[in-house]
């Protein structure tokens, strides 16, 4: 597996369905699922966050602190924290994790990312490989979906 080409592929898949959705209508609630393209903006730049914790933990950093918010029933806790920002610096902050991300994975070894074990807090039998195609991959290709569904309502085709 390639860690590095799973999460720019997950990430282009995600930014191009996002432009999907028109600025005037990034506030509208209700359209992806129950949540406005800003409140998913806030929730996938949340989990980018988790993620960066994540890896700096398998070099050498403290353990994520972000993983006990990481499931599902903490999320509107954890969008609603985000209230007073806009799409476009929620965007900035989801870019500026990513982009992290994308440094730290280039530091982490390919035994490393496939090794069975390294993660017992997602389960002894997956690797960091497999928590980022399951969590991260799968996770961004879930709201890319959402994103597509709503410029195809938007666009009258649904």
């Known amino acids: 597996m390639n860690a590095r080409d799973i999460l720019f592929y997950g990430n282009r898949t ?9 600025p005037n209508e990034r506030n509208t609630g209700g359209l992806i699922g ?3 393209a800003r409140e998913a903006m806030a929730h996938l730049a949340i989990f980018e966050a988790g993620l960066v914790q994540i890896l700096e933990s398998f070099l050498g950093g403290p353990f994520p602190e972000l993983l006990s918010n990481m499931d599902s029933s903490k999320n509107d806790q954890l969008v609603a924290q985000k209230e007073g920002k806009s799409f476009d610096d929620l965007l900035q902050e989801y870019h500026d994790a990513h982009a992290r991300v994308m440094e730290l994975i280039e530091k982490i070894s390919p035994e490393k990312l496939r090794e069975v074990g390294t993660i017992p807090w997602y389960g002894d039998e997956y690797s960091l490989d497999d928590f980022i195609v399951y969590t991260f991959y799968g996770h961004k290709r879930e709201h890319a979906a959402r ?8 666009e009258g085709k649904i």
Request: charged share 20%; no cysteine; glycine share 4%.
């Open 147 to 154: 994103f597509e569904a709503f410029g195809d309502l938007l």
């Open 14 to 22: 995600l930014l191009n369905s996002m432009e999907r959705v028109p």
């Open 34 to 36: 129950w949540w406005s």
